[in-house]
């Protein structure tokens, strides 16, 4: 059984040091956590909570070489509810840590909730209702116009009204913001300049360019400005507002070339002003949290908003119902607060109670990245320098602990963190951390933050 070793861990080793010589989770509130995802955001995220004393056991499903170092790596696709579930009740798992959107999109609160023995182990995330917000372009334009909240003007398109696709494209100029409705990797958004092109590829993504995901297509105004992102932690009620981050998303110097998951992101951003925090509260995070509470949603859990800045006004670029990577690998590391009991009061209606305390430091990261990526690249290459790069928050994302070595296992491989009183000393510590990893073919870029 995949989890037969786990099951019998005694939780009294912790509190050896306690002045009781037997105490119960229950009574001290703590508990046995499963973090589901294996990236950076997942690494970060264990980091954070293993920091909580609140946090018994750790596990992450399936983790990476990173995550093995500070949790306990199990063995479980973030798709697979079934074996998830079983493994929570056979390991006393009490909250369950959803890094990743699909597994929110596909359902797993209401799974968890929905069966009479899970229904008491927390989800952080929301509901398969509320997490349309990411996982429907269409649901979440139609929910910003329902609350007034400002975003590019949009129309929607399906195989039955190609004609009338085709019509708005000639009777718009260009550049054309076309959507998948659905989940589509990061790749669903195509910014076409041309006409004629941007009529094909409407064609093309009717017809199943990305799947099923467009089989409706949202068709946007372009927005010319520069983006940012806001982390919204909500119980549905009240919200708190995490640190503002910008990633970066291009694979080449200068944010050109084609886009990543991310290659890198800051922490505080210079030109989110407390001025335009102002705007962003009043007119994009209440109008979202009402619309949240009179749709009734059950969203208990994270609302990435990401944001572009036209002239002086913000404006909503999409929603997102979980963390963002890199941004959480510059945002938790700046939070002060403890993470678990910021969760834990998601479930009880008591996130009002809180004061988020952020911290002055600045944070900044590079993504290490296999060459080739975001298009084919090799695994499976040996990483060296870590012990040299223990200045840094390194953490790891596309990488595998076997048989003593560590070696990467997808695109992005691992984010050099670095948290400093401003941004230059940061930014300079990330990158003589990027410079003391090695793997063959590592890329990262040098520019991250410098445009700011
Ligand atoms: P999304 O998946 O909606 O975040 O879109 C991916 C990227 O496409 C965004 O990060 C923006 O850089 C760009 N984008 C999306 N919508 C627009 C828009 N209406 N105007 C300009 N750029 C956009
Ligand atoms: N860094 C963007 C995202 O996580 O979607």
Same mark, same amino acid.
């Given at each position: 059984?995949? &989890?037969?070793?786990?099951?019998?861990?005694? &939780?009294?080793?912790?509190?050896?040091?306690?002045?009781?010589i037997?105490?119960?989770?229950?009574?001290?509130?703590?508990?046995?956590?499963?973090?589901?995802?294996?990236?950076?955001?997942?690494?970060?995220?264990?980091?954070?909570?293993?920091?909580?004393?609140?946090?018994?056991?750790?596990?992450?499903?399936p983790?990476?070489?990173?995550?093995?170092?500070?949790?306990?790596?199990?063995?479980?696709?973030?798709?697979?509810?079934?074996?998830?579930?079983?493994?929570?009740?056979?390991?006393?798992?009490?909250?369950?840590?959803?890094?990743?959107?699909?597994?929110?999109?596909?359902?797993?609160?209401?799974?968890?909730?929905?069966?009479?023995?899970?229904?008491?182990?927390?989800?952080?995330?929301? *509901?398969?209702?509320?997490?349309?917000?990411?996982?429907?372009?269409?649901?979440?334009k139609?929910?910003?116009?329902?609350?007034?909240?400002?975003?590019?003007?949009?129309?929607?398109?399906?195989? *039955? *009204?190609?004609?009338?696709?085709?019509?708005?494209?000639?009777?718009?100029?260009?550049?054309?913001?076309?959507?998948?409705?659905?989940?589509?990797?990061?790749?669903?958004?195509?910014?076409?300049?041309?006409?004629?092109?941007?009529? !094909?590829?409407?064609?093309?993504?009717?017809?199943?360019?990305?799947?099923?995901?467009? !089989?409706?297509?949202?068709?946007?105004?372009?927005?010319?400005?520069?983006?940012?992102?806001?982390?919204?932690?909500?119980?549905?009620?009240?919200?708190?507002i995490?640190?503002?981050?910008?990633?970066?998303?291009?694979?080449?110097?200068?944010?050109?070339?084609?886009?990543?998951?991310?290659?890198?992101?800051? *922490?505080?951003?210079?030109?989110?002003?407390?001025?335009?925090?102002?705007?962003?509260?009043?007119?994009?995070?209440?109008?979202?949290?009402?619309?949240?509470?009179?749709?009734?949603?059950?969203?208990?859990?994270?609302?990435?908003?990401?944001?572009?800045?036209?002239?002086?006004?913000?404006?909503v670029?999409?929603?997102?119902?979980?963390?963002?990577?890199?941004?959480?690998?510059?945002?938790?590391?700046?939070?002060? &607060?403890?993470?678990?009991?910021?969760?834990?009061?998601?479930? &009880?209606?008591?996130?009002?109670?809180?004061?988020? !305390?952020?911290?002055d430091?600045?944070a900044?990261?590079?993504?290490?990245?296999?060459?080739?990526?975001?298009?084919?690249?090799?695994?499976?290459?040996?990483?060296?320098?870590?012990?040299?790069? !223990?200045?840094?928050?390194?953490?790891?994302?596309?990488?595998?602990?076997?048989?003593?070595?560590? =070696?990467?296992?997808?695109?992005?491989?691992?984010?050099?963190?670095?948290?400093?009183?401003?941004?230059a000393?940061?930014?300079?510590?990330?990158?003589?951390?990027?410079?003391?990893?090695?793997?063959?073919?590592?890329?990262y870029? =040098?520019?991250?933050?410098?445009?700011?």
């Open positions: 059984m995949f &989890n037969s070793q786990y099951q019998h861990f005694s &939780n009294s080793f912790a509190f050896a040091n306690l002045p009781v037997f105490v119960f989770k229950s009574v001290l509130e703590i508990m046995n956590i499963l973090i589901l995802g294996s990236g950076g955001r997942e690494h970060t995220l264990a980091w954070k909570i293993k920091q909580s004393p609140l946090c018994d056991q750790l596990f992450v499903a983790g990476n070489g990173g995550t093995r170092l500070i949790a306990t790596n199990i063995e479980l696709q973030v798709n697979d509810f079934q074996r998830i579930a079983k493994f929570c009740l056979a390991n006393d798992v009490e909250m369950l840590v959803v890094g990743p959107e699909v597994p929110l999109v596909l359902g797993i609160k209401d799974y968890f909730v929905q069966h009479p023995d899970t229904k008491h182990i927390q989800v952080v995330g929301p *509901s398969k209702e509320s997490a349309q917000l990411e996982g429907s372009k269409a649901y979440a139609q929910f910003m116009a329902d609350f007034g909240i400002p975003t590019a003007s949009y129309k929607e398109f399906d195989h *039955s *009204s190609l004609e009338k696709g085709i019509q708005h494209i000639k009777e718009n100029k260009g550049p054309y913001v076309l959507k998948a409705d659905g989940l589509a990797a990061g790749k669903g958004v195509l910014i076409i300049e041309n006409q004629d092109k941007a009529i !094909s590829s409407l064609k093309n993504m009717l017809e199943g360019q990305f799947g099923n995901a467009s !089989s409706k297509v949202v068709i946007e105004s372009f927005l010319d400005g520069i983006e940012f992102s806001v982390f919204v932690l909500t119980d549905g009620d009240s919200y708190k995490l640190p503002i981050a910008k990633d970066y998303k291009r694979i080449g110097e200068g944010d050109k070339g084609l886009n990543t998951g991310g290659m890198g992101a800051v *922490s505080p951003v210079p030109f989110v002003t407390p001025s335009l925090m102002d705007k962003v509260e009043n007119r994009i995070i209440k109008p979202t949290i009402h619309g949240i509470k009179s749709r009734d949603l059950d969203y208990k859990g994270i609302v990435f908003i990401g944001l572009i800045l036209v002239g002086k006004d913000p404006y670029i999409e929603y997102n119902c979980r963390l963002g990577d890199p941004e959480t690998e510059v945002i938790l590391p700046r939070l002060n &607060n403890d993470l678990v009991a910021l969760f834990k009061d998601l479930e &009880n209606g008591k996130l009002n109670t809180h004061q988020i !305390s952020i911290s430091d600045v900044t990261t590079v993504m290490l990245v296999s060459g080739g990526y975001p298009q084919s690249y090799e695994k499976n290459k040996l990483i060296t320098g870590l012990e040299e790069a !223990s200045d840094l928050l390194v953490f790891q994302a596309g990488t595998k602990y076997a048989g003593g070595k560590t =070696t990467t296992n997808g695109g992005r491989v691992m984010a050099m963190t670095a948290l400093k009183k401003n941004q000393e940061a930014l300079k510590s990330s990158l003589a951390g990027a410079e003391k990893i090695h793997f063959e073919g590592k890329y870029r =040098t520019d991250i933050g410098f445009d700011l």
